[in-house]
Structure formats: structure tokens, C-alpha cells
């Protein structure tokens, strides 16, 4: 007990000097450092100058009573430990010690001098473990805040390889939508040549081959676009205010290079063309939209008709998006894991099972949230819900 309490204080307020003097000699021997005022101004400048631990202080004073001497120690140092050491016996100004002043101990005098100083080494040791509760929990926190870092830094790396290995599943599909338009700027390009050079020289014919060429590298250049922006790294940007309706629209693009999406995928697009903007990073956007319709893909695959409905719409300062499949629907047993990381119902080759996982940190990292609704064994829909606001303090940047 003596080494813990060696670098603390007390301080002993009373206005009359020879009970000051009295609990000196009572204390002289204790391994703590001591205090003493004469009346609660003197107490309050003490507190200003230095740190103390107990204030053991009585309650009948001039120009400022122990009570409010303790309501003020409890207002501005709350870590202190309060005890009152008094005469007065009677029970109101007890009671209204022990709830203004939230006293730890009430002593009466005349005081036993060993019940002043256990409870005196007992307010210490409270204090004690008051402090190390505090350290340990602000330890924590901050043990919390750099798993939290280290967790985002983890995920952003894992969906930045997510990303790119879906580019190289796509990868056939995006050369065979390259080679169209390819092909035909050749064939066209060939055929002005021809028109060149013989002595009939039409420029209608030519102009209908440069437009032609024209229209297929502008597509070319929408497909190779939609491309570059799906792959590019979120880390590169900052929020922004961003269009969630442009978005979808160039993700929707994007997935025009799968020939299932393409050709055999009714879409049902009903974005409100009076969307505000969402104060977020556009590319933590676009992989919301892009994990959620690669999911609404993944269970379409073996239907028949496939149905993809996505719309938006603003309601109470939120932006909200849906996106619908009519696919195999989620299993209820599944739905409180299928936000969990590596959760996945998946084959190994389609997904790491980070996708709806990823979803619900960035959505909730702006201070919304995912909503999922299953019509199992038909249907899913996904809700996501912004705020329309800047994100506050903590969120993604």
C-alpha cells in the first residue's frame, strides 16, 4: 500500500487551525503528500496549482461552506474522491452532502483517528482503481481505433485485388467487345481505301465510312472508358458530392462487356431525375453498385428469366437505392451472416465472399445503412440508404 500511494495527495480543509494541526499529527506518518486549507478560497487555489487525489474537507465554513466547496470539486476535478469530515450530525445536510457533493465517506466528529486514516487510504485506493479503469478503457479505445485503421487498410487492399479479378474474369468477354468495333473501323477504313482509288471518287461514300468509323471508335472508346474508371484504385480520391444516379448508369455500361448481362438480363432502370448528390468518395460508390449487382447476377444464374430492377429515389435527407434479382433468393438461416466477412454461399470461383461485406462497411462508413429483403426460394432485394449530408467524423475519407 505504501509504494502505490507514494506520489498522491490529500488535502484536509477546515477553517479552525488546531484541528488542521491535529490531523498533521494524525497523517505525519503516511506515504502520501499533504494538503492543508484554512476554508474552502484557499482549497479552490491549491486545486489550481496542483493535483490532488482525496479532498477530505468538513462542512461548516465562513465565506464558502464544505458543501459547495464539494459541489465545486465535483463539477471541476470529478476524478477527485470527496469525504467530508464534520460536527454536524444532522441528517438533511448528510443526505445533501452524499447527493450534491457525491461524497465517498461521512466521518463525524470527534473522528476515530484510525477511521480517518483507513478510510483515507481506502478513497486512495479507489481512486486507484478509478484511474486504472480509465487507462485501461482508453487504452482499448485506442487499440479499437488502430484495428479499425488496419481493418480498412485490409479491405481496401482485398477489394482492390477483388477488383482487378474481375477485370481478368471478364477478360475474354472485354477483348471480344473490342474486337467489334475494331473490326469494323477496318472495314470500313478498307473500303474508303477502295473508294480512294478508283477514278469515281464519291464523297458521300466517303463520309459514310468515316461516320461509321467515327461511331465505333467513340464506342471504343466508351467500352475501353468504362474499363479504366471500373479498375480505377479509391484510394486516389477524396469525397465529393457525386451523382449516385451517374454512377449506376456507368456501371451498367460497364457490364455490358458480359454477354449474360447483355443479351439475356431484362433490366428495369427507374433512377428519379431529381436525386440530390451524396457527399462520398465516387469509387466507394461505384463498388456498392458493382457488389451488388455482381450478387444479383450470381443468383440469376440459373434462371431462365432473368429480371435486374435498380431504382433511386431521395426521402427524409436520404438517398436510396434498390436493387432487385429474381434469383434463388437467401436461405433465412443465411441472412444474419451474409454481411459477415468471407461469408459466402458461393462456388470458390466466383468471389471471395467480401462483396456484401465491403458493402456494409462503406454504406455505414457514411453513416447509412444496408437493408435486405428475401423471398426465398425466389427473389432478393437490397436497399441502400445514404444520408445526403457531408459524413461525419470517423467516416470513410
Not at 503516511?30 to 479532498?55: M, N, P, S
Amino acid at each position: 500500500m505504501e509504494n502505490k500511494i507514494s506520489k498522491l495527495a490529500v488535502m484536509f480543509v477546515d477553517d479552525e487551525p488546531q484541528v488542521l494541526k491535529a490531523i498533521r499529527r494524525v497523517v505525519r506518518h503516511e506515504q502520501y503528500d499533504t494538503r492543508f486549507a484554512e476554508g474552502a478560497i484557499q482549497a479552490l487555489e491549491i486545486l489550481k496549482q496542483t493535483q490532488v487525489q482525496v479532498v477530505v474537507s468538513d462542512l461548516s465554513m465562513p465565506e464558502m461552506d464544505g458543501l459547495a466547496l464539494l459541489k465545486r470539486v465535483q463539477q471541476d476535478y470529478p476524478e477527485t474522491i470527496r469525504i467530508v469530515l464534520s460536527a454536524v450530525t444532522d441528517i438533511d445536510p448528510i443526505l445533501q452532502a452524499i447527493h450534491v457533493g457525491k461524497v465517498y465517506r461521512y466521518i463525524t466528529k470527534p473522528y476515530d483517528e484510525r477511521e480517518l486514516v483507513m478510510t483515507v487510504r481506502q478513497a486512495l485506493d479507489a481512486w486507484m482503481v478509478q484511474k486504472e479503469k480509465h487507462d485501461l478503457q482508453a487504452q482499448l479505445a485506442e487499440h479499437n481505433r488502430s484495428l479499425e485503421t488496419r481493418v480498412k487498410e485490409r479491405t481496401e487492399q482485398l477489394l482492390a485485388i477483388e477488383r482487378q479479378a474481375e477485370l481478368g474474369r471478364y477478360a475474354a468477354q472485354i477483348v471480344h467487345n473490342l474486337k467489334g468495333p475494331l473490326q469494323v473501323v477496318f472495314g470500313q477504313l478498307s473500303l474508303a481505301k477502295l473508294s480512294l482509288s478508283r477514278d469515281d471518287r464519291s464523297s458521300e461514300g466517303i463520309e459514310l465510312h468515316l461516320s461509321r468509323m467515327e461511331a465505333a471508335v467513340d464506342n471504343l472508346a466508351r467500352i475501353v472508358s468504362g474499363i479504366l474508371r471500373h479498375a480505377k484504385n479509391t484510394a486516389q480520391y477524396d469525397n465529393e458530392w457525386t451523382q449516385l444516379n451517374q454512377i449506376i448508369k456507368n456501371e451498367l455500361q460497364f457490364f455490358e462487356v458480359n454477354e449474360t448481362f447483355k443479351y439475356d438480363v431484362e433490366k428495369q432502370i427507374h433512377l428519379t431525375t431529381d436525386l440530390p448528390s451524396v457527399w462520398a468518395n465516387p469509387l466507394h460508390l461505384q463498388q456498392i453498385v458493382d457488389n451488388l449487382i455482381n450478387n444479383a447476377l450470381d443468383a440469376m444464374v440459373d434462371c431462365q428469366s432473368k429480371i435486374l430492377v435498380i431504382t433511386t429515389h431521395a426521402e427524409n435527407g436520404y438517398a436510396i437505392m434498390t436493387i432487385c434479382d429474381n434469383g434463388a433468393g437467401i436461405d433465412s438461416k443465411h441472412l444474419p451472416l451474409i454481411f459477415q466477412p468471407e461469408f459466402t454461399t458461393k462456388p470458390p470461383d466466383k468471389g471471395t465472399g467480401l462483396g456484401l461485406a465491403s458493402v456494409k462497411t462503406m454504406v455505414e462508413g457514411y453513416g447509412g445503412r444496408v437493408e435486405v429483403q428475401s423471398n426465398f426460394p425466389q427473389g432478393a432485394k437490397f436497399v441502400v440508404i445514404l444520408p445526403l449530408k457531408q459524413c461525419s467524423p470517423g467516416s470513410f475519407h
